[in-house]
Nanobody, 128 residues
């Protein structure tokens, strides 16, 4: 089992950067694919980024490519989402998730049904 807690959210102006962290407890972190999802008010939760066990493969939704990076430190049981050039449309609650490492294909990584454990979320608000 994996317990997840996100941190690093906040209120920033457009163009600023934030780094979200997700600290995991439990012995399964290094054997889990890790993902970030977000949910804006009135919208469904959607995929943002994911990273495989070793960090060798990553996947991003089109709207954040070139602006966000995802990384993980298995020694620290932590996954990061570096968010640069933030836009007002990035405003959302960001959730960290841990999933089964069955596949490393993009369709698999981007499907929230493949993630079993979720953090409570951290709010990111970007003002214009």
């Amino acid at each position: 089992q994996v317990q997840l807690v996100e941190s690093g959210g906040g209120l920033v102006q457009a163009g600023a950067s934030l780094r979200l962290s997700c600290a995991a407890s439990g012995r399964s972190f290094s054997s889990s694919v890790m993902g970030w999802f977000c949910q804006a008010p009135g919208k469904e939760r959607e995929f943002v980024a994911a990273i495989t066990l070793s960090g060798g493969d990553t996947s991003f939704t089109d709207s954040v490519k070139g602006r966000f990076t995802i990384s993980r430190d298995n020694a620290k049981n932590t996954v990061y989402l570096q968010m640069n050039s933030l836009k007002p449309e990035d405003t959302a609650v960001y959730y960290c998730a841990a999933g089964r490492p069955s596949y490393s294909t993009k369709p698999y990584l981007q499907n929230e049904r493949n993630y079993d454990y979720w953090g409570p979320g951290t709010q990111v608000t970007v003002s214009s």
